[in-house]
């Protein structure tokens, strides 16, 4: 009778014992884990925006006056396959201006401006880019017209209130207002008014709309700034270098290469493409999203007009309805492409707007051949060259329609 009971005290001790150790160290990983998101995180070597976006402002995305410098640099495709980069290019310098958006050269805050591009995320802000061969650096370059970058990052919001305040910031100017639509975006209304909250009926009849609302963009806003500084964890970001490192399909498999798809090219060249722009591409969206894309934009457009704000929207292809018909054959994209029907539907309702699967599409077979492609080959961001055809494009455009400015 006394024998089970010591044996059980002697087991529960060992457990006790076991388990302190256990809860210690995971009581530290913990404890460095949050110590490790207080502090800079550039040694870190991530993308330059990411660091960029650490602590956004109420109604801008960046920290104001950073300058950064990524190398080397490597593609985001190639990351996220795990795969060896073969693909280079001159470092990227990245930096932002007084108000918290990315430099322009040449288009400081407190000048006059004539275009301001809105929305567009990365595309617009310039992932992969250095800050002369952004969109709208190209596009002033082409067009003589001072462009400013109020590109966001992609958890910001990018309501009317947003662009208002930007507007605010500038000096109230009244610019053409542009609008980079890339093709894997999903545009929703509640982008343009921003998404309501289930307690602001209850919440307005009981603090009035005015003091309600102000609380529920502070409490959003809080929450940016929580889920910003939460973002990147230095353990968290070695942690993952380190079991990439052991599952190179060296040591271990390599789960992350199903996240990429491999094309051969010309010269020996390598197209990695996401999975996600491949099933974009031959899974298009049908009318139906056609009709509401189109429709979102002319709504954005009726806004912008009661402002005195022409705009104009940019489209822009992924990698693979740009090259997928030349590197998989005619039938792999299904036709008509859907940057086509939507410049169609945005035309019929009055929207001015630059299609740049047209643009770019003339010279896919020579990028191809040559390996001076509009899109990197191990990013899915746009290069300079893209970006500096469609910029060209989009200047052409502009100047046959001088009623916008």
Not at 101 to 111: A, E, I, K, L, M
Not at 266 to 287: C, F, K, T, V
Request: net charge positive; proline share 9%; hydrophobic share 40%.
């Amino acid at each position: 009778m006394t024998a089970a009971p010591a044996a059980a005290r002697v087991s529960s001790a060992r457990r006790v014992r076991v388990g302190i150790p256990i809860v210690a160290v995971l009581a530290a990983w913990a404890g460095l884990d949050v110590a490790g998101r207080c502090f800079p995180v550039d040694w870190l070597h991530i993308l330059p925006e990411h660091v960029a976006a650490r602590r956004p402002g109420r109604f801008h995305p960046f920290i104001p006056n950073l300058s950064l410098v990524q190398d080397p640099w490597i593609g985001e495709t190639a990351l996220a396959g795990n795969i060896a980069p073969t693909e280079t290019r001159p470092p990227v310098r990245f930096g932002t201006d007084s108000l918290g958006f990315r430099r322009t050269p040449g288009v400081p805050p407190g000048r006059k401006i004539d275009l301001l591009l809105f929305g567009g995320r990365s595309f617009a802000y310039g992932g992969g880019l250095s800050d002369d061969e952004t969109f709208p650096a190209a596009l002033t370059r082409a067009s003589g017209l001072r462009t400013y970058n109020a590109g966001h990052f992609y958890w910001d919001p990018e309501t009317l209130e947003t662009l208002d305040a930007t507007l605010a910031a500038l000096g109230h100017p009244r610019p053409a207002v542009l609008l980079i639509h890339w093709e894997d975006f999903d545009p929703r209304l509640q982008h343009i008014d921003g998404a309501g909250w289930p307690t602001d009926g209850p919440g307005e009849a009981i603090f009035g709309r005015v003091r309600y609302q102000g609380w529920r963009d502070e409490l959003q806003y809080a929450r940016r700034r929580l889920t910003a500084w939460w973002n990147i964890s230095p353990l968290e970001v070695l942690s993952i270098r380190l079991f990439k490192w052991l599952s190179d399909g060296r040591i271990l498999p390599n789960p992350y290469a199903a996240n990429v798809a491999a094309r051969s090219l010309p010269g020996g060249r390598r197209l990695l493409l996401l999975r996600e722009e491949i099933d974009r591409a031959i899974q298009p969206p049908g009318d139906a999203t056609v009709r509401r894309h189109a429709d979102y934009y002319a709504y954005f457009r009726q806004r912008l007009q009661q402002r005195g704000l022409a705009a104009w929207v940019i489209l822009v292809p992924n990698r693979y309805s740009l090259y997928g018909p030349l590197t998989d054959g005619p039938a792999a994209v299904p036709g008509p492409a859907y940057l086509d029907r939507l410049e169609a539907a945005l035309a019929s309702r009055g929207v001015n707007v630059v299609n740049g699967l047209r643009v770019l599409g003339p010279h896919a077979a020579a990028d191809l051949a040559t390996g001076r492609m509009s899109f990197y080959r191990e990013d899915h961001h746009w290069s300079p060259l893209g970006v500096e055809r469609i910029a060209a494009a989009t200047a052409g455009a502009l100047g046959k329609e001088p009623r916008a400015f």
